[in-house]
């Protein structure tokens, strides 16, 4: 679905990412993790084509098996979505009018996708008037309607309550079917086992760590990762 060869990025003078060769199957949920500053939005930008300015980028991406130059605006967005951190909206449209625009091939029940993220009340509202979590929510469902395969979410939680984050991780659970694929960026530790099958860790180094969720978290790699130490009270991460 998703594969990078030598991928380097750098910014300020700063190496984020070191020679990235990487690979995103069918099925998988990615999940990169790093500090703040680390790279992590830089390089869901970088890998889904929409990069940033003032970011040096070297190495190849490329989307099932083809260079991501070789894809036209259309068909790419027809392979994979991006959700930014946080949107930015300009104009008072409706949340169902927006998801209405969103669509490029028709793939989802557009009401089933509302009802399972609970935002089939906020359709008639308009945009600019949700909180930073509904918006956050909507943002999420545009990605899936959308009809794209490879979904690249950078921080699709940071601003929901508990109860949402718990509703966006089982929701997001049964999104990566055998046809699809999920990276995501994501900061809690505790979410970020509960919903990825793999991790790819941005060291300080600009080298990264990638497998599998069972194998990566754990306290040695998180204390490198954060520059913390962790320990497990209770099958839950704790930041000492």
């Known amino acids: ?21 990487w690979r995103v199957e069918p099925g998988q949920r990615w999940c990169v993790i790093g500090r703040n500053a680390a790279g992590k939005s830089t390089l869901l930008r970088a890998l889904a084509g ?3 300015v ?10 099932q098996g083809r260079g991501q130059r070789d894809w036209s605006a259309i ?3 027809a392979l994979r979505a991006f959700m930014p951190q946080q949107a930015i909206d300009r104009f008072p449209i409706t949340v169902a009018r927006l998801l209405e625009l969103s669509i490029v091939r028709p793939h989802q029940d557009r009401q089933a996708v509302l009802a399972a993220l609970e935002l089939a009340a906020l359709a008639p509202r308009p945009v600019l008037e949700l909180s930073g979590g509904e918006r956050q929510r909507v943002a999420l469902a545009q990605c899936v309607l959308q009809g794209a395969p490879l979904l690249m979410l950078d921080e699709p939680v940071a601003f929901q309550d508990p109860a949402h984050q718990a509703l966006v991780a089982r929701w997001l659970s049964t999104r990566a079917a055998s046809d699809q694929a999920l990276v995501i960026s994501a900061h809690d530790v505790n979410w970020i086992a509960r919903t990825a099958t793999h991790v790819l860790a941005l060291l300080p180094t600009g080298q990264c760590e990638q497998g599998t969720a069972a194998q ?8 490198r990762v954060y520059g913390c130490g962790w320990r497990a009270v209770g099958g839950v991460w704790v930041a000492d």
């Open 1 to 21: 679905m998703l594969q990078t060869h030598g991928l380097t990025l750098a910014a300020a003078g700063r190496e984020l990412v070191r020679g990235l060769d």
């Open 50 to 52: 929409v990069g940033e």
């Open 54 to 63: 003032g970011v040096v980028q070297r190495g190849e991406v490329h989307w």
């Open 75 to 77: 068909d790419a967005a």
């Open 216 to 223: 990566l978290l754990e306290a040695g790699l998180l204390e």
